[in-house]
């Protein structure tokens, strides 16, 4: 059925077709004819909408609003961000890192970050969330090697429980064993660096590799944020990411190429959500596309969160003295850019 909506759409010239009910037996639309008002776009969650709705499930987390003002939840798997500057690229990061957070103080979750650009991952870099974290692109081999070894080591102590009957295909988290979360900004620019450093970058780039490659199935995940995007960079690595979350793009062949084949014809169109700036008040950052499991995208946004709402979630975890409130949101630097 849903695959057909938008030929349903089309066919009955709607401004809109919107699902409101679903059970195994009834599937339950509203066609409009007229323009309605969009949800995504009146309504902007804070960081705080995250704090309220905590689900306590580490593999399903809520970071998002659908076009039906639900609750969007991301499953625990390798995710690829994709957008525009002035899309709302940090959001999902944040999101992400926000939900996780209470299974990290509970030893559950460890963090690990590389930040190039030292910017949209800069705030939890400077705390004791990640066990190690870089924007130096030589300390960034050393960082991804040093995942590369966990996961390995993980390979080999992987044992069949015949007893139990337990394949142990997947990793039960525990403080022995947590997840591991491999948290990249910029994707496209750390690997460009690997080409231009021509020996010595097809190392990390073959280990990256790997970790995307096995690594769900023992609990070591990316996710990794990008500005741009290059097909032939991204190589293998772009079908190792389970989830894929699209903001504002430029191209029409990047929006098909992440979330599927013709997905502008089908409605899914991440080139037609309008520039956010400053002077628009940030109107439509953090808009975009998830792929669902069944391989259709959903509309979503993802909440926008301050710099109060960022320096109120970091600020127990600094390791060093930060600067006050204050000071913080008057100061030029821009050191909580999040947009």
């Known amino acids: 059925m849903e695959k057909l909506y938008p030929k349903i759409k089309s066919q009955l010239k709607l401004e809109a077709l919107t699902e409101l009910k679903r059970t195994s037996s009834v599937i339950a639309l509203r066609a409009d004819k007229t323009e309605v008002d969009d949800i995504l776009t009146a309504q902007q969650n804070s960081g705080k909408w995250l704090l309220e709705n905590r689900n306590g499930n580490l593999f399903s987390l809520p970071i998002a609003i659908d076009e039906r003002g639900e609750t ?55 705390t004791t969330i990640f066990d190690d974290f870089t924007s130096d692109e030589n300390q ?69 590799n790997a970790i995307l490659a096995k690594g769900r199935s023992i609990g070591v995940y990316v996710v990794a944020a990008t500005q741009g995007n290059d097909k032939d960079l991204f190589g293998q690595m772009r079908g190792n990411f389970g989830n894929v979350i699209v903001l504002r793009q430029d191209s029409r062949y990047f929006n098909d190429l992440f979330l599927g084949e013709s997905a502008v014809e089908r409605g899914f169109d991440a080139t037609a959500i309008p520039l956010s700036n400053a002077a628009n008040g940030y109107k439509y950052a953090g808009i975009g596309f998830v792929k669902q499991e069944a391989g259709e995208p959903l509309r979503v946004r993802f909440p926008h969160n301050t710099d109060a709402d960022i320096f109120a979630l970091t600020e127990p975890y600094w390791r060093e003295q930060p600067m006050s409130l204050d000071n913080l949101l008057n100061d030029d630097s821009d050191l909580f850019t999040l947009i």
């Open 72 to 126: 969007y939840c991301l499953p625990l798997h390798h995710s690829l961000i994709s957008g525009l500057t002035g899309s709302g690229k940090s959001a999902p990061l944040t999101s992400i890192i926000t939900q996780l957070l209470p299974f990290w103080e509970t030893g559950l979750v460890k963090f690990y970050g590389i930040d190039p650009k030292n910017s949209d991952l800069k705030a939890f870099g400077a």
């Open 140 to 208: 960034a081999i050393e960082l991804i090697h040093k995942v590369y070894e966990i996961l390995q080591e993980r390979i080999k102590k992987s044992r069949i429980d015949r007893e139990a009957k337990d394949l142990n295909r997947s990793l039960k988290p525990s403080k022995a064993n947590p997840v591991i979360m491999l948290m990249i900004d910029e994707l496209l620019a750390l690997l460009l660096t690997f080409k231009q450093i021509g020996n010595a970058g097809k190392k990390p780039f073959m280990e990256l």
